[in-house]
Every structure is written in C-alpha cells, then in structure tokens.
C-alpha cells in the first residue's frame, strides 16, 4: 500500500511505499507520466514535466521486487489556472471578422459572428461572457467552455439577427467557478449598415452619366444583362464624392454611351448594393442648320425643343444683361435670334450651339455675319432734267 500527494506547484508527485519498489504514475488520460523507486527511507519523489496545475487526478500502483502490485493511490493535482492568469491580467481577445468595414446587409442577415480568443489559464467549465452595448440595454451571451474549445483556445458567440443598424461594442471576461476572473478584453467597435439608397440618375446622354448616390459609395456601370461593363478588362467604375456627385464621363464606356443600356449600381463601404436602371441613351443631336444670318439676326433649324446658345469667337456664351443669348427650336425645329439680341451684329462671328432635351449637343459655325444693305442706282435711265419720275425709276 502506497500514499500519494502533488506539490502546491504541480512539478512533481510525492508519497511513501516499500523500500526498493518501483511506483509508476498516471495521468487523467491513463497515460504513463513516469516511474520512481522508492527509497531506503520509503519516500520517492516523481517530477512532472509539464506540470499539472488544473486539478487533475493522477493514480500510482506500487510494484514490489517479487511482482506483486499493490492498490492504486490517488491524488488532485492544485488548481493554478485561473482564467487571468497568476496574477488576473490576462485578458481574452474579441474578434469581429466582418467588423472591418461594417456589417451589411447580407452579413447581418443570420446575426453578428463573433469569436472570442482565450487566455492560457481558460480551463474546461469557465464561462465566458460577452457583453455588447449599443446605447440602449446591452446585450449579454454567455457560454460554458468545452474541452474542445480550450483546445482550439477559441469559442464563438452570435449576436442574432435581426440587428438594428448602428454602432455597436463588444467586451469580453472569462470566468471561473471559483470567482476568479480575467481582465476584461479591450473593447471592440462595429457598425450594423444593412442597406444603401439605389443610385439617382440626374442625367444620361453622349457626353455622361450623372447622378447622386451615398457619399463615398462606388458606382459601377453594368451592362443590359447585369455584368460589369469592361475597359480594357477593368470594370468601369467612379465613386461617389462627399455629396454624394458622381459622373461616369463616355471616355471610360468602350464604344461611347449613344444607344447604350443598362443599370448603375451603388456599392457603399460596408458592401451593401443598389441599383438603378439606364434607359436606351440618346447620346447625340444633329447640328444646327444656319438658313439665315444678315441684318435681321440668325435663324435655322435644329432637333425640336433643342436649345440654341449663341456662342461668341472663343466659343463662350454670348451675354446680354448678364444672360447668355439662347432660343428654343419650335417643334418643327425652326429658331431664330433677334439682330437685337446679337451685340455687333455686322461683322459677328461665332457659332450656334443646340442642345437637345438629353443634354446632348452640336454646334455649327457662324459669320462673319454682313449685316449691311447695298443699294445700286442705274442713273443712265435718267432723263436731262436730272429728275427721276416713276417710268425711270422702275428701270433704275
């Protein structure tokens, strides 16, 4: 028959048996920590690498120089693992994957996935508690962690859905059943953002697509099945500004934007998508037609409802009071500016530019314009008495 003790540090296993006899030692799992003979005294001492510091049980059997074995003894291993550590400040990690740019939409759908790294000292039977606060009541989850878990040193928890948008803090303290307690894990921020507004067209012809969106959001332009359309295998692509202004100018479009079709979508930091349709886009109008340019003013035809600005030399709008001079085609697409509305009319030159409903536009040069009116009298038709009378000035 033997005795058996573990040391207050759990290096080494002690106890008293026969003189001469061999003690070998097991550990919880069965396995064989070790062997020790037992002095003339009847003490033997066993040391114990790693030691065991988490209350577990190790069992010794005494095998005596003719064979026979004895009993087994028993003894518990202390309880050195706290969940802080020797001195409480360890600390678990909370880590929040889909944290890193927000939480949106989709990944909010089946709750917030959050993972808390454990301390050394976790043990089998701690519980860990996380605790989010939101500025409302916080929300507390709770959990008693499996021999698994401290395995893989680390344990999940969900925050379930649904999860209202906002900001949102997560700490984290393991605890065991004895009180003790880690210190609690730095504070971990995140934002729920679970949709985005679609993007808003203002405008969509030859020259660009214009629009508003959430500030900062990328606007990618798809083609009429939904795909992205490609620049030279890159997506087309712009980002919204601090207004929220975005442009998507037909140089980036391979092929330009006249009869283009399709949809703009809205991708904002956390990754929440919307989109807009574009309809067929009329990206041109036809050039203003110039019938008329003398002393009268300008006059021609153009795309009905088309604007007609009056360009000057360096190609500015012409200003009058301030105001640039511009008419609008009729429906059957006549215009026509007043000489009056021309400063230095005789001799202008300039163009006229149409822009059609679309925002499309086309100009067409003008002048210089001659604004003088040339008479010629045939004076050899008059008679001696230097007098022009009525039959002579028919023929003058």
Known sequence: MINLDVADDGASVTGLGEAGATVTVRGPDGAILGTATVNADGTFSLPLSPPL????????????????????????????????????????????????????????????????????????????????????????????????????????????????????????????????????????????????????????NGQAITGTAEAGATITLLDASGQPVLSAGVAVTVIAGPSGEWTIPAGLVPGGLDQFSGAVRATDAAGNTAQSPVGLIDGSTPAPDVTGANGLGLSGTAEAGATITLLDASGQPVL?????????????????????????????????????????????PVGPIDATVTVTLNVSVVAGDDVVNIDEAASA
């Open 320 to 364: 009058v009071g301030g105001v640039a001079v511009t008419t609008t085609a009729g429906p059957d697409g006549v215009w026509s500016i007043a000489a009056a509305d021309i400063p230095g009319l005789n001799g202008f030159t300039g163009a006229v530019r149409a822009e059609d409903v679309a925002g499309n536009t086309a100009t067409t």
């Open 53 to 204: 510091i988490a209350s577990q049980t190790v069992t010794a059997i005494q095998t005596d120089a003719s064979g026979n074995v004895s009993g087994p003894a028993t003894a518990i291993a202390p309880d050195l693992t706290f969940p802080g550590g020797p001195n409480g400040a360890d600390a678990p990690v909370v880590v929040i994957g889909e944290a890193a740019s927000g939480v949106n939409g989709a990944e909010a759908a089946d709750g917030v996935q959050i993972r808390v790294l454990l301390t050394p000292g976790a043990q089998t039977g701690d519980t860990v508690t996380v605790t989010i606060s939101s500025g409302g009541a916080p929300v507390v989850l709770s959990r008693v962690l499996t021999a698994g878990e401290v395995t893989a040193g680390v344990i999940g928890f969900t925050l379930a859905a649904p999860v209202a948008d906002g900001g949102y803090s997560a700490v984290a303290v393991i605890a065991d059943a004895g009180g003790n307690a880690s210190t609690a894990s730095v504070a971990v921020a995140f934002t729920v953002d679970g949709s985005t507004p679609a993007p808003t067209l203002l405008s969509a």
